[in-house]
């Protein structure tokens, strides 16, 4: 038993340092618009591989603290030992309750880097990707909640089907596809990658099969996760642990997080319809720090093609 752990922390401790469980996006851009007090608190709500996490132990000075969130437990692996630095085990939509119970009710600044990280998206097992015909539809980033992408395939009713597909992917044959997966369920259960891609084939467009087989996995991932509603709740609770003037950095790969993130910073709510006082002074409590997105440099695209897709987005708590 000794044996195996020794070799299996060697495993994981080789992985965290080669990067190879996730490469850090946008990592110098996001770290140095984050931090405004080296010795202030800050906390990344999306440790994964720990890459964020790590960089703004460097920047921080002795006196300065971290808190970072995961809700996958195989991130909990690639904790850091610093005595500046607190994981917290948890969905980050309890982003104030965890603060409060380790202490603290204010904070410096935020960051998020959202979505999947490359471990969770090359793991066959986790079901995440398109590549793995074998894998089980799970796509759970947090292993503890019940509700699977399986689940939802083989019990939702086809109207809540073709809404997520709508929704989330962006489909336009969202109704198409939801009755094509309660023709194929009558008969079998769906249970892998590959059975779901097979069901679906009818209606992929020529050359562009990935990106149709892809816009449906998001959107199963999305309704899985919870992701666009854990956003919303994670935003409303930034904007009252944030000290004036701390820093919101969120980092998105995908429209609908990407819209959400902009409307709130811009105009203080989800829809982004601006509000003005009797003044005619906008009803906001974040400033965006640029207009337009930092998005990744071509080197970096190059160098990692999943940045591809990312847009940085700074909101300065007024
Ligand atoms: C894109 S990765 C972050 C990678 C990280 N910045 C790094 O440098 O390695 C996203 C991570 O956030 C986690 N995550 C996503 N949504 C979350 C949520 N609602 N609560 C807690 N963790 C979440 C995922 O489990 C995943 O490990």
Redesign the pocket.
């Known amino acids: 038993l000794q044996r195996y752990l020794k070799k299996l922390w060697e495993g994981l401790t080789v992985k965290s340092i080669d990067n190879t469980?996730?490469?850090?996006?946008l990592?110098n851009e996001s770290v140095e618009h984050l931090i405004t007090d080296p010795n202030g608190t800050y906390v990344?709500?999306?440790?994964?591989?720990?890459?964020?996490?790590?960089r703004i132990l460097k920047q921080l000075g002795d006196e300065g603290k971290l808190f970072s969130?995961?809700?996958?437990s195989?991130?909990a692996l690639?904790q850091i030992h610093d005595e500046r630095f607190c994981f917290i085990p948890?969905?980050?939509?309890a982003l104030k309750a965890s603060l409060f119970l380790n202490g603290v009710t204010k904070v410096d600044g935020i960051?998020?880097?959202?979505?999947?990280?490359?471990?969770?998206f090359d793991i066959p097992e986790r079901g995440f990707s398109i590549r793995f015909n074998e894998a089980k539809l799970d796509m759970r980033?947090?292993l503890g909640s019940p509700l699977t992408a399986k689940e939802i395939l083989n019990k939702y009713k086809p109207e809540q089907l073709a809404d997520i597909f709508y929704w989330y992917g962006e489909l336009h044959e969202s109704r198409k596809i939801a009755r094509l997966i309660e023709n194929y369920r009558l008969n079998q259960s769906i249970e892998t990658v590959g059975q779901l891609k097979e069901i679906i084939k009818p209606l992929t467009p020529s050359k562009k099969e990935t990106q149709f087989f892809a816009k449906v996995f998001q959107a199963l991932r999305i309704e899985v996760?919870?992701?666009m509603e854990?956003?919303k709740q994670?935003l409303k609770q930034a904007e009252e642990v944030l000290k004036p003037g701390g820093k919101l950095v969120i980092?998105s790969?995908h429209s609908l997080e990407d819209r959400l993130v902009k409307n709130y910073l811009k105009t203080g709510n989800f829809e982004g319809e601006a509000q003005k006082d009797f003044f005619g002074n906008l009803i906001r409590n974040f400033k965006p720090e640029t207009s337009k997105p930092i998005i990744p440099s071509p080197t970096e695209i190059e160098e990692n093609p999943r940045a591809r897709s990312a847009k940085m987005r700074i909101g300065i708590r007024l």
Do not use: C, W
């Open positions: 469980y996730h490469r850090p996006v990592l990344d709500v999306t440790f994964g591989g720990g890459g964020h996490s790590k969130f995961d809700q996958d195989d991130a690639n948890q969905n980050f939509s960051l998020a880097d959202l979505g999947v990280s490359s471990h969770q980033m947090d996760n919870r992701e854990v956003l994670m980092i790969y």
